[in-house]
């Protein structure tokens, strides 16, 4: 069994403040772990994804994750917000089968001028 | 290489109909998965499809149903539809979603109002 919980559904900061969202995970089996995020009427896309080997993962638009297994955590982080980062950010951890995932309940973040 | 498509972006219907959903996967995927996503219970898996069986189910009624062709596109049908089925209908795509390291790619879903 897994599960995701993402703490905080509404995470506002200032443009070029540091961005911070966080994830704690749960998996009976070392999991994989992503992070995608959703603008408006529109899917899910991939920012950032941890299977094996480093732990500090890198994604696009400047994001980047740090999977700590003693924490079950992988937070996610970005150094400066820009206005364009405003949007929903899920979690989400898989096991066994990437095609099941298990999402969390998402942080929509604020980018404040 | 295009990307995951979903039919039709937006439907309206009224309860007690039947409503049927399409998905293209990328090409050359054959896994599918259908995900619901709802303002108060968030992303739920509804079911996965790989080579036209069903690989995987979530806790759904079982007024919720899919297939898989041939071709790797993938419908979902929803019968007897009540007011909390409204939602986002999101298909996901993976090469073969065997492994949880695969990328799933999102189509941009099909928004289902049932009044």
């Known amino acids: 069994a897994q599960s995701v919980t993402q703490l905080g559904s509404h995470v506002s900061v200032s443009e070029g403040a540091l961005v911070l969202l966080r994830c704690n995970y749960s998996?009976?089996?070392?999991?994989?772990l992503f992070w995608y995020v959703q603008y408006p009427n529109q899917g899910l896309q991939l920012l950032l994804k941890?299977?094996?080997?480093?732990?500090l993962v890198k994604g696009i638009n400047g994001f980047e994750a740090e999977f700590k297994k003693s924490e079950t955590s992988f937070h996610l982080t970005k150094p400066s917000a820009h206005m364009s980062d405003a949007a929903e950010y899920f979690c989400?951890?898989?096991?066994?089968?990437?095609?099941?995932?298990?999402f969390g309940d998402g942080t929509t973040l604020t980018v404040k001028p | 290489k295009a990307g995951v498509t979903q039919t039709p972006r937006y439907l309206i219907k009224t309860r007690g109909q039947q409503v049927t959903l399409s998905c293209s996967p990328i090409?050359?995927?054959?896994?599918v998965s259908w995900y619901q996503q709802t303002p108060g219970q968030g992303l739920q898996f509804l079911f996965e499809?790989?080579?036209?069986?069903?690989?995987n189910k979530g806790n759904f009624p079982g007024r919720f149903s899919g297939r898989q062709f041939s071709n790797s596109r993938s419908e979902m049908n929803v019968s007897t539809l009540e007011l909390g089925d409204s939602a986002l209908y999101l298909c996901?795509?993976?090469?073969?979603?065997?492994?949880?390291?695969?990328?799933?790619?999102f189509g941009p879903g099909t928004r289902l109002l049932v009044l």
């Open positions: 996901a795509s993976s090469s073969t979603g065997t492994g949880g390291q695969e990328t799933q790619y």
């Open positions: 998996s009976s089996v070392p999991p994989y």
């Open positions: 941890y299977t094996t080997g480093a732990t």
């Open positions: 989400a951890v898989s096991a066994t089968n990437a095609g099941k995932s298990t």
């Open positions: 090409s050359g995927h054959r896994s």
């Open positions: 499809y790989f080579s036209e069986t069903q690989r």
